[in-house]
Every structure is written in structure tokens, then in C-alpha cells.
């Protein structure tokens, strides 16, 4: 924490940040424009590292029908689940998948994010997947926001491959893979590796492939069992492996190892009942680095409110709050693999959130509402 601090910038990359006390001069006879910070806080602009934010239709039914006692799992292996969102997704256009992201996207960005990744996942036929990767690039030409995008074809296998899961591996790795590598549109590639979805064998499958094509991969891992996910996203280098309420010791050990990101995603684990956590103490033990992210997604949490997850984050999930305010800006950069974002340096983008609190910490302390009083992106103040 710097008090009374000042940031300097030049072509939108911070070119000094500080105390005031230690300007080598006065702020207006240093710089062009000078913008007083007005007694707020500043931090880096937030970054949200897993969401699955374009999609078609929505799926307040399954939120009844869980009410009424069924699993989030249940409703999926009953035909609904991922693959009703992938109907609604092939049936919409991608200008529709543009416009309800935005809608969706735009509390985000008023509180203060920066940077969010956007999953495929929905389509799974190499169309509907190509669709949902120009429009989440798309999203960034729309708003003021930086995309990272993740290649997600092994969400869930797709309707007309039931019962030949084995088939769309094959589908992925000899075909779909190689396309979206050349389309140029993927930032990297990811996967759900769990009983509804694909094995740790098959997953090593598609993750060779996305190696050998040159994409940093990660991994949907030990939400709703263990299946040594984390491992074998470790085993790869994964960027992160995510969800992880049920990670074992071996898995923690592992991506310490490999230096794999934990993404942690309190809003699924809320809007799911779990009642299992993933095991923050052990990772914090072990030096690996958490992240907090939203989840966006129509399924498992419907979240509009990056905030919100530092408050469930700490309340549910037992972060210190300053741990949570780095899950969505130190930690989150490294889950993406963007080095240039996520602190306050010297060098790095000028993405920078003001905000309206007597103290960091109240960034987690707030069920709703939102202290966000003004946005710096790559240099240029942006509406909040
Ligand atoms: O991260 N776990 C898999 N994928 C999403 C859920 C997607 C959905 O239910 O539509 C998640 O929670």
C-alpha cells in the first residue's frame, strides 16, 4: 500500500508509480495532464480469468428444479444441463451472442474490470465454436475491455456423439483443434474433466494436441469429484486448473510444482449448495497462487458481479481479503498468462480502477453495491 501516492503514465504503460513525496519535481511541471485522485484508492484494473459469458438462452427452469431437490449433476446427465445452453447457442446468431454478452458484460466493467477471459464451450461443432470465439473477440472491439479467449470443446460431449464420446475426441484432436489453432482466435485451450464430462485419459489427449499446436492450456478440475485433475493439468504446464473444491493433497503439491494457477469460482460453489470448499489453507501453504473469478455462466452461476465474488470469496472460502483483492488482479494476470497486466509497476499496461473506500479491504466487505469512481484503460480514463 502507497499513501499519498502518485502513477505516472506514458503510451498507456505506467511509467512511474510511487510516493508523491518522491516526484522528482511537481506533478504539472512533470507531465501534460495531471487528474487528482481525490482522496480514493487506486488499484490495478480488475481482471476476471474464467467466465462463460457468451451463450444462447438461459436456464432459470434448472434453477427451479434444483430448488425442488434436483443435482446439478442429475439435471445434466437428464439431457439438460451444458448441452440445452449448446442448442440455444447453435440456434443464435453471433451478432445475438454479441449483443447478450455486452448486456451481461457491462456490470463488470463498471466495477471496475479491465480484462476478462471468455470461454467457448457452447457450441461444440467447429462452426458453433468458431462462432462463439469471433464473437467473444468481437466483445472487445464493443467494449472498453481486453478479451483473452479459451477454446472449450471439451465441455460436454455433444448431443449426437452420445454414447461415442471416444468418436469427438478424435473429432477434437484430429480436426477441431487444428482449426481453431489456425483461426488464430483461441488464447489458449481448456477442458472439464469430470465423471459428466471427459476423463483424465482423454483429457491428456486433447491437452498433447493443444500442446503440439502451441496453445497454453487449463482445466475445469475437481469441482464435483477428484479425479486427479489438477495433476494432469500440472503435468502440462496449465496456465490454471479451476473449481477445485474437491483437490486432494497430491494435487496441491503438484501445481506448486508447475506454478498452475488455483482459480477459485465461489459463485458456483454458492449458487450449487456445495458444501464442499476447496482447500485454501493447503494451497496457501503451499505457495500457489489463487485467483477469484466469476464464472459467468448460465448453469452454475449466473454472476454479474466480479466484486461480489472477494466478499464470498473471504466468507465462504476464508481468503483474507487482500488475498481476494489479488485473486482478481495479481493472480488472475498469471492465469491468463498476461505479464504486462494485474499490478501496479513501472512497465506494465496502465489499466487502473479509483475507488471509493476508506480502505482495500472494503472491496470484500460489500454485499453488493459498488464503490468504482473512475476507470483507467491503457492510459485513457474510461466512463465507469
Ligand atoms: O465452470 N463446470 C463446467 N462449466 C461451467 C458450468 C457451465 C454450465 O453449467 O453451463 C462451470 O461451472
Known amino acids: 500500500m502507497i499513501r499519498d501516492g502518485a502513477l505516472a503514465i506514458r503510451d498507456g504503460r505506467i511509467a512511474w508509480v510511487g510516493r508523491r513525496a518522491d516526484l522528482p519535481g511537481t506533478p504539472d511541471r512533470l507531465a501534460a495532464a495531471v487528474v487528482e485522485g481525490g482522496g480514493h484508492w487506486m488499484t490495478p484494473g480488475l481482471i476476471d480469468c474464467h467466465t462463460h459469458i457468451l451463450f444462447g438462452g438461459e436456464r432459470v427452469r434448472e434453477f427451479e428444479l434444483r430448488l425442488e431437490g434436483a ?33 451481461r458484460l457491462r456490470p463488470f466493467l463498471a ?6 477471459e471468455v470461454k467457448s ?39 449426437e456423439f452420445k454414447g461415442r464420446q471416444g468418436d469427438y475426441v478424435d473429432l477434437l484432436c484430429r480436426e477441431m ?51 486427479g485433475g489438477a495433476a494432469l493439468a500440472a503435468r502440462f504446464g496449465a496456465l490454471s486448473a479451476d473449481h477445485l473444491e474437491c483437490l486432494g493433497e497430491d494435487g496441491v503439491a503438484a501445481m506448486a510444482a508447475a506454478g498452475t494457477v488455483a482459480v477459485l469460482l465461489p459463485g458456483a460453489n454458492y449458487f450449487l449448495g456445495e458444501s464442499r470448499r476447496p482447500p485454501v489453507a493447503a494451497l496457501r501453504q503451499a505457495g500457489v497462487p489463487m ?55 513501472s512497465g506494465l499496461r496502465a489499466d487502473l480502477a479509483l475507488w471509493d473506500i476508506e480502505s482495500p479491504a472494503a472491496l470484500a466487505y460489500w454485499i453488493g453495491g459498488n464503490p468504482c469512481a473512475g476507470i483507467i484503460r491503457g492510459g485513457v480514463p474510461v466512463a465507469p
Open 291 to 345: 485467483a477469484l473469478a466469476s464464472n459467468c455462466n448460465p448453469g452454475s452461476a449466473p454472476v454479474l458481479s466480479l466484486l461480489l465474488m472477494l466478499s464470498m470469496g473471504c466468507t465462504l472460502f476464508r481468503l483474507t481479503p487482500e488475498e481476494a483483492l489479488a485473486g482478481v488482479t495479481r493472480a488472475a494476470a498469471q492465469a491468463l498468462g498476461l505479464a504486462d497486466r494485474g499490478r501496479l509497476a
Open 111 to 116: 466495477e471496475g474490470v479491465t480484462t476478462v
Open 177 to 227: 483443434l487444428p482449426a481453431v489453432a489456425q483461426s488464430g482466435l483461441a488464447d489458449a485451450v481448456d477442458g472439464f474433466c469430470e465423471g459428466i464430462a471427459f476423463t483424465p485419459d482423454e483429457m491428456a489427449r486433447i491437452f498433447e494436441t493443444a500442446t503440439r499446436l502451441g496453445l497454453s492450456v487449463k482445466l475445469h478440475a475437481e469441482q464435483l469429484s477428484d479425479l
Open 121 to 159: 464451450g457452447y457450441g461444440l461443432d467447429l462452426a458453433t465454436e468458431l462462432k462463439m470465439l469471433r464473437a467473444a473477440r468481437r466483445l472487445g472491439d464493443a467494449l472498453p475491455v481486453s478479451v483473452s479467449t479459451s477454446f472449450l470443446g471439451a465441455h460436454a460431449v455433444p448431443p
Open 71 to 103: 443435482t446439478y449433476e442429475e439435471i445434466a446427465r437428464a439431457g439438460g444441463g451444458i448441452v440445452s445452453t449448446v442448442a440455444a447457442t447453435r440456434a443464435a446468431s453471433e451478432d445475438d451472442l454479441v449483443a447478450g454478452a455486452v448486456r
